[in-house]
Each structure stands twice: as C-alpha cells, then as structure tokens.
C-alpha cells in the first residue's frame, strides 16, 4: 500500500485543518462584501454630492439675477427675501458675502438690507459646536451685518477655539472701528502663536485712532515684552513720528531681542538726531539682526561722527550689514574709501562692490 508523503502536501495544509481553511473563505468573502458595500457608499455619497452641487448652481444662477435686479429695485427686493427657503438661509448669505467683498458705497448698503433676514440664521451659527462653523459666521458677519454685529464679534473673541478667535480679529480689523480694535488690545494674550509682524498689519488697519493706545502699552514696562514689541511694529507701520523718544527710551532700559530690534527699527523710521545716542550704544551688540539695525539707522540718519562705525561694519561677518554700512558710506560721500574695500580682497569686498554697483546704477537711472 503506497502511503502519502506528508511532506509533499500543500503548506496551507499542513498548516491549518479543515475549519481554519473554512474560516479562511468566509473571511475572505465578507471582505469582497464589504469592499463592495465601500464602493457602493462612494458611488451614492457622489452622486448626492454632484445633485448638491447641480442644486446650488440653479440657485446661484437664479440669485445673481435677482441680487442685481434687487440693488436698484426695492420690489425685487422684497420679492428675493419673500422667496428665500429657511434651509438656503446660510448659504444665501455666504453667497452674498462673496459679492459684498467686490461693491462699495451704496451697492454694498443695499447688499447689507438684504442680509438682514438671514442674520439670525448667523447668529445661531454663532453657538455651533463645530468651530469651523462659527469662524465662517464671524467672517460673513463682518461683511454683511450691521454696527450691532460688531458686539457679536467681539464676543467670539473669547471663543474657546483659536480657530474663531483668528476670524474675529480679521474680521474686525475690517471694520476699522478703533472700539473694537481695543477689545483686540485687551485679549492679545490670545493670539500668542500669530506672527508678530503679521498681526502688527493686522492692527495697523485700525489706522492713527490707536496710535495712543500703542503708545501707552510701550511706556508700560509692567506690560509682557511680547505686547511692546507689537505695539512698536505698529508705530513703526503708522510711521508715528511721537513715538521716537518712546523707542530710544525701551533701548536705553536695557531691551533685548525682539523688543530692542522693534525699538531700532522704529527710531530708523521716525527716528533723528537725538535718539542717536541709545542706538549708538548698541553697536557692538552680538545680536545680528540688532546690529544690522543699528547699522540701518547709522547709515540713513547718522551723522559724521559715525562714520568710523560704519568703516568697521564694512568688516561685519554678515553680509547685509556691510553692504549697508558701505550704502551709509558712500551716502556721506566716503567713496574712496567703499571703492577700495570693494577692490580689495577682505571681508565685506563683495557687499562693498555690490553697494557700489547699486549706487551707479541709481545715478544712471536717475541721470536718464
């Protein structure tokens, strides 16, 4: 009797038994279910999608035609608001927050009647528990409510999301009124991972209205540097010119880091001769971006006794600050002087020849 060789049958054989291999299939089998069940969802979840999509472009089409009939006709006006579904309430408004950001004047009035029905609709998106929700409401406030919305951005200022947070500030540094702007003031401590020069643009938008409140947040030296240092990014944007002997005092207190770099950049702005002084002091400075400041401000508003400084910042290891001490040279008409360390073969001889480069080509150009 000839007997099977176990060692020659299949691996999965010998392996597993029959129940495991049973097992085998119907796992297999209920994945291919499920992976059609996948395909399935994917295929219907599209197709609702495009129907959505086919829907809002038949309203779109239908509400550009009335919005524009509705900016000049109070009767088709009234007969858009009469006709809007409260479920197409959120999007009517979103839809016109995209025009509103285009019109001014009286169109953008009219634009604003006309969002009037669908503000408590954004209201109540206002509480939504999704965050993303309540940022989209803040935003289509700014553009299309009333001065009693304002309150209500302000409140989302202290929205446990940074997410809203973010789009109330925008939202009412669009609005340019200095109230609100001060709210912003008052929470910065909330939007501590902005950029610093970012949300100084931001706030610069508030315009001259706030250049005293920035001012007095500097004189604070019980204030967080990170709050002094934004407030000079601001006056430096507002080039406001009272601020210089607030900035010469922030450096003669001993700053630091950001805070003395904002103070130099501001005195290099709106700077003169008598703050020269409390920058000439921080010429030695290890910081190089301080230094290239300092160097800046020598260079544009310094006199000649500062020309030694700069012959010595020729030799700076870092590129931008010879090339602007060579910029102040030659300025001062210390040609000679730039001419030769551009010939030479020292340190700062490329930036040297390249400020030298850049002044005769402004003389050309002016020339011509």
């Given at each position: ?9 299949p ?23 499920l ?21 809002w ?43 509103a950001?285009?019109?001014r ?7 604003t ?61 669009v ?41 007095a ?8 540097p990170r709050a ?91 590129p ?46 002016s020339?011509?």
């Open positions: 009797m000839i007997v099977a060789d176990p060692r020659r049958a691996l999965i054989e010998r392996l597993a038994g029959p129940d495991v291999l049973a097992a085998l299939v119907y796992g297999i089998a209920a994945l291919a279910a992976a059609t069940v996948g395909v399935v969802l994917v295929l219907v979840l599209r197709a609702l999608n495009d129907r959505h999509r086919r829907r472009r038949a309203h779109e089409a239908r509400w550009e035609r009335d919005v524009l009939d509705a900016l000049v006709d109070d009767q088709a006006a009234a007969r858009l608001v009469r006709g809007l579904a409260r479920r197409d309430r959120l999007y009517f408004a979103e839809y016109l927050s995209r025009i950001r285009r019109v004047g009286a169109e953008r009035e009219r634009l009647l006309l969002a009037e029905p669908v503000l408590p609709a954004l209201t109540r998106e206002l509480r939504h528990r999704q965050p993303e929700r309540r940022a989209r409401a803040v935003h289509t406030l700014a553009l299309l409510g009333d001065p009693t919305s304002v309150g209500m951005i302000v409140r989302a200022l202290d929205d446990s999301s940074s997410f809203v947070v973010v789009a109330a500030v925008r939202a009412l540094a609005t340019g009124a200095p109230e609100a702007g001060r709210q912003i003031l008052a929470r910065l401590d909330r939007v501590t991972r902005w950029d610093p020069n970012y949300l100084a643009h931001v706030l610069a938008r508030f315009g001259d209205a706030l250049a005293p409140d920035f001012r947040i500097v004189q604070d030296e019980q204030a967080k002094r240092h934004i407030a000079l990014l601001v006056l430096t944007l507002l080039h406001d010119v009272s601020s210089a002997a607030l900035a010469a005092r922030v450096l003669a207190g001993g700053a630091e880091g950001p805070l003395a770099r904002a103070a130099v950049q501001l005195l290099g702005d709106v700077g003169g001769a008598e703050q020269l002084d409390e920058v000439r002091a921080r010429r030695e400075t290890l910081d190089p971006v301080l230094r290239e400041g300092v160097v800046r401000v020598l260079a544009s508003i310094g006199d000649a006794g500062d020309v030694a400084t700069l012959r010595d910042a020729l030799l700076d290891p870092q931008t600050i010879a090339y602007h001490a060579a910029r102040g040279l030659l300025a001062r008409g210390e040609v000679a002087a730039v001419e030769a360390a551009a010939e030479g073969k020292a340190r700062g001889a490329l930036a040297a020849r390249q400020a030298v480069a850049d002044a005769r080509r402004l003389a050309t150009t020339a011509g």
